[in-house]
């Protein structure tokens, strides 16, 4: 069973638009990840936000999280069509397993 | 050191025959995993390793796949006479014993067999 759900499945938006994916998790975690795979290709990792920590940027990219409701959103401002890839979550449990656990995606395209 | 290594890319191989993929983490990195990946879904957790231990492989998808890591460095995974639903993208990460550093990935092995 996978941990993390991301929605939309797929989401299709023009070049100058931004990009929202959301993320819901089961179970408590010591940090959630969001992770780019281009097609046929390995997952790049993009951002990491601890548990403890509720928003985080790293340029074009917002990551939030809320513990409480068990989800996390992923925003790419201003997107590009270099930025059309499929985005995973991961979570790492707190349970001390340190295996990250990856939803099925949201598939993105940006159309130039 | 320029990242997590797979070979091969691709493998090509006929229904029964064995195959055996490699991958070389990030040399600072003692965590190496497994993952396997089918079109249109996330990658699905295998086997990993943490340097020359295998702590997790209850979830090796049968007793037809099997993993090394024996000096703690590279890794090998095998899977003994493949079968057509074998046909994945098989994937390696690395990373350091704490997880709040994220995972490094390679560019995978794409399966297919015939």
């Known amino acids: 069973s996978q941990q993390g759900e991301e929605d939309p499945q797929a989401l299709s938006i023009q070049e100058g638009e931004n990009a929202t994916m959301n993320c819901s998790y089961k179970t408590s975690i010591n940090n959630l990840q969001w992770y780019r795979q281009n097609s046929g290709r390995g997952l790049v990792h993009l951002i990491l936000?601890?548990?403890?920590?509720r928003e985080k940027h790293s340029g074009r990219l917002r990551v939030t999280l809320d513990t409480s409701k068990k989800s996390s959103s992923l925003l790419i401002t201003a997107s590009r069509a270099a930025d059309t890839a499929s985005y995973f979550c991961?979570?790492?449990?707190?349970?001390?397993?340190?295996?990250?656990?990856f939803g099925r995606g949201t598939s993105l395209i940006v159309h130039p | 050191d320029t990242g997590v290594s797979q070979d091969p890319r691709h493998k090509i191989t006929k229904r029964g025959q064995n195959v055996t993929f490699r991958c070389d983490p990030i040399s600072e990195h003692n965590r190496l995993y497994w993952y396997r990946q089918t079109l249109g879904q996330g990658p699905e957790f295998l086997t990993y390793f943490q340097n020359e231990a295998q702590l997790e492989k209850s979830r090796l998808l049968s007793d037809r796949f099997s993993a090394e890591r024996p000096k703690g460095s590279f890794s090998t995974l095998e899977i003994q006479r493949t079968e057509q639903g074998d046909s994945a993208m098989y994937l390696c990460?690395?990373?350091?014993?704490?997880?709040?550093?994220?995972?490094?990935f390679g560019s995978g092995t794409r399966l297919t067999v015939v």
């Open positions: 991961a979570t790492d449990s707190s349970g001390g397993s340190y295996i990250p656990t």
């Open positions: 990460a690395s990373s350091l014993t704490s997880s709040n550093y994220g995972y490094t």
């Open positions: 936000i601890r548990s403890n920590e």
